[in-house]
């Protein structure tokens, strides 16, 4: 019998935060492509568009106008997919395989900036800096709300996921419960923190328990650079291709607060001398102000590779999961007094794209079936996008 | 309050099968739609074409050459996403939070038909029967194969699911390990037989323990016209828009075998009345000849309505869930020798169109982050599907 080769070898992958499988067929990516092929993202959108429902000053769909806004702006999105309280009341279910319970919430629109033409990807750190504050605002806003349990923030961008303007923009949606995902990942945190599982130095939780997501990036810093899934880094964050990654170009960033490692991980040991303390961060709220500049840089340093990638304008799906709403605004507990405290602030990428700008991952039949499946493996795009440039290829002079 | 009314009031259903939550948001249609649209299938293909890959006597990018077949035709696909035994070494694993497992297995191409033009919706009803003879004969010759656990049978349809050819054509997946989505089922169904919950009169599952599949056909059958989630149904089987559909115009097809319902279900009462025994029913291979001959009558009827409902061929991806391999070739245990037994043999249907034969439902952000969400009801979505025309509409004079 041959020995396992990751990058030969077809095999199966488990991620622990959702419980779920993955097929890697690393040797498929050698098919030729005749199935369809997408429009690429336009490059030459003007700075602003008189047509467009996001810019300053224009007329939205409903009626309203939008502020001469001049950083971001944030208002209700006028097709909400869920709608404020009060609710109906509770249904009555006809039999105990048919379960209803009403949603109340709200929907924000959050326009990232002003210009028309401008994604995460060309922002300046500043810019971005200023939808970091924006997203502490509303989930501050929201979550103090009667009701509301999670504020879910997220971006749909580009055409191929179903983002209908390109003007920069985001979601947020707060709803009256904890949705499906978050919640499964926040049951795998708590089962990991009783668990007793050796740690290897990596911080901990609340009350000293293990949290996942700590002992998960303290490992992949350990990790040889033959193998590694790490992206980027800098002081405060870590960018990564998860192990479990399905998407072909999956990122899953997170918030990385370790003095611990720097004893075992000579090769980036300076990066994480700057910072003289461990943390395990449940919120955004949690952020200090220079945990947020680094947030900031991660952010335009990973979707800027992105548009390198293929260049072109990357499209992907990004959601921020964070501690659920604590109960009566008790926003700065983070020592353990509310159980979602085991909550460990982080972002995921779900792009698309698998071969080039116009080439994508169809994740359907098996997939939707039977088990998420993926063509490359976690390690060759990390590489992949390890290796490219950090300047934004619209940005560059060559 | 409001009374609660589920064709206006976002609320939550939850899948007993998947055990996964859906957000439903029903007034979200209205939103008007300035995203991406989608290509419309062609609908003049040849009979035959000469640089199709699948077609009868063609080459294929491999080298190979088809045969001249007249009815279907199966063959290894040139891309397989597993590969056969011996594999590798199971590998050792550098840290409990990173998993691997081997994957073996075959990856089998079906042809439907020789007529590069004739998709299921337009096929005639014995070219049907052939398809299901066809992947009755798959699903034994893997599953007889050393080391296959599951036989995973499905069809992409349209380029909007990543299908490369529209000559029409399905996969067979086997595999060395049951995929994430039948096993989560499985164990869902297994659950349900060790359950206490009081059983209606449904047929039931083996050692007489309650199914909940039999019992949830059996429930919907009883459900009043206004709210009903029923598409079509002939005396074998059953085409639904489930409770908890994601996709638009999911629908859940159930093999339905049974009596019992006569007494409480007047309105579909004849329907049964022609089939004198309770089935449950494990895999394609339990089929006796008149329940395959319905099930290429209920597969003609949905495609077409599915076709007619936007007047185009429409896309999806569909798969077949049933038994996974019993131990030793037990193929014919049909009474809970083997505990796969559980299992209720049935399809999904996941077609993304939403609104028109070019704006399709995008499960993107909020979807993948947090929780699927649809913007109509299984109820409207039913109905629209009922009111559709049974003749396909290339093939009515208007
Ligand atoms: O095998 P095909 O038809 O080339 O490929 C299609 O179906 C496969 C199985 O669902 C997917 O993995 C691919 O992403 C999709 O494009
Ligand atoms: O709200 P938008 O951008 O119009 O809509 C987009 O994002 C939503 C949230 O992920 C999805 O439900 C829609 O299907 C998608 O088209």
Redesign the interface.
Known sequence: ??????ST??????N?LTN??I?V?P??T???????TE?SQPSNLPQYDPNCYLCPGNTR?GGQKNEVYEHTTVFEN??????PP??????IV???????????GDCDVLCFHPRHDLTLARLEIEAIERIIEEWTRVYLKRGRQEGIK?V?I???KG???????PHPHG?V?S?S?I????SVELSSLTRYASSE?PTSGAPRGPKGCPC?LC??AH?ELS?RMSEARIVVQNEHWLALVP?WATWPFEILRMSLFTQAVIGICSKFSKLFAVLPHNRHIPSIYHLTSAEKTSFAKILSQITRRYDNLFRCSFAY???I?QRPIPPSENFDSNGGEDEGDIAHLHL?F?PPLLRSATVRK?????E??????RDLTAEQAAKRLRECNDVHYLDRVE
Chains 1, 2 share one sequence.
């Open positions: 019998m041959a020995e396992f080769d990751p070898h077809p095999h199966r992958r488990f622990p779920e499988y097929l067929s040797h498929r050698k098919r030729p492509w005749l199935g369809q429009a769909v006028d097709f909400a997919a869920v709608l009060p609710g109906p009341i509770a249904p006809s039999h105990p395989l048919l379960t209803v319970e009403p949603v109340q999670y879910q997220f971006e749909n055409a191929m996921m179903g983002c209908s303007n979601q949606w709803l419960l949705p499906m995902i978050p599982i996942l002992e998960y490992f990790v192990w799906s990004m959601g999961h995921h779900y169809f994740l359907v039949g098996f939707l079936m039977a088990e998420a499946q």
